[in-house]
């Protein structure tokens, strides 16, 4: 029994998540609520899992944006057949609420100027089952949120970027006191974001959005600085001098040959 509960911690210690995806719309308009998401996977472990833990997640945008989350923002995805001991499928939705302190430590990790983390935790312990075994594991988990964009906002390139994590303690992030005590914890497993405390980092899956204006795509950066002359295609990505079409930039919108 000693080596078995042994054995049962070092397989939960070296069971963990992989940053695989992000969402968001490339072009959003002043006022708009829309959605973004980011998905995890198992990274590769062949041991199966039955855990239940506390979810974490965050998602850094521009200082004045407001971030919410939906009904059921944290979705698990599995074969339809699979199910644990209660009865409950692992193909389930399960609800997030803001999180005040994780808020403070995502902020306190990887700051950027202008810009600000909003943090949510699982309303209840999660069951998962999130491994690579083979037909026994969760596929993936994936978690939602809701971003307005003020009024007043000025059009531009914007950065949005997430982070995720976990505690598998009753007490979750309640057992730290402060920052410093976290971060070296689970809540810092997975982001787009740098700082030194994330675990598995992918910085190529921070989104960008452009936010329009009435007449097109404006030029100006988000910090309000004059950029360098930049044309975009209707899909918000930089046109190449050669690209044909509707070309857009300086707020117009002209069509090349």
């Known amino acids: 029994m000693k080596h078995l509960k042994y054995l049962l911690f070092c397989t939960l210690l070296t069971s963990c998540y992989k940053l695989i995806s992000t969402f968001s719309p490339n072009e959003v308009a002043p006022g708009q609520t829309f959605e973004v998401s980011f998905t995890i996977i198992d990274d590769g472990s062949d041991v199966q899992n039955f855990v239940e833990d506390w979810s974490y997640a965050g998602v850094r945008v521009p200082r004045g944006w ?6 059921g923002a944290h979705r698990q995805f599995a074969e339809d057949w ?5 009865g409950s499928r692992v193909d389930c939705s399960h609800d997030m609420e803001p999180c005040e302190k994780l808020t403070q430590f995502y902020n306190s990790a990887c700051p950027k100027t202008g810009y ?3 943090g949510f935790q699982s309303t209840t312990k999660i ?8 037909r026994n594991g969760c596929d993936s988990i994936r ?11 000025r059009p531009g390139r914007y950065t949005i970027d997430f982070m995720g994590g976990d505690e598998e303690d009753d007490a979750g992030i309640e057992k730290y006191a402060k920052y410093t005590d976290a971060k070296d ?10 700082g030194s405390y994330v675990d598995n980092r992918n910085a190529s899956l921070a989104r960008t959005v452009v936010v329009t204006d009435p007449t097109g795509i404006a030029s100006a950066s988000s910090d309000g600085r004059k950029e360098v002359e930049t044309h975009y295609n209707l ?3 930089p046109a190449s001098p050669k690209e044909k079409g509707i ?7 002209v069509f090349r040959r």
């Open 66 to 71: 407001v971030v919410t989350v939906p009904e």
């Open 82 to 86: 699979v199910y644990y001991e209660d």
């Open 116 to 118: 600000t983390w909003s």
């Open 127 to 134: 069951p998962k089952n999130i491994s690579a075994c083979w």
């Open 143 to 153: 978690v939602t949120f809701l971003v307005t964009v003020p009024e007043d906002v």
């Open 185 to 194: 914890s689970r809540l810092f497993h997975v982001g787009t974001a740098s």
């Open 235 to 237: 899909a918000g990505q």
């Open 247 to 253: 070309i857009i930039g300086s707020g117009r919108k």
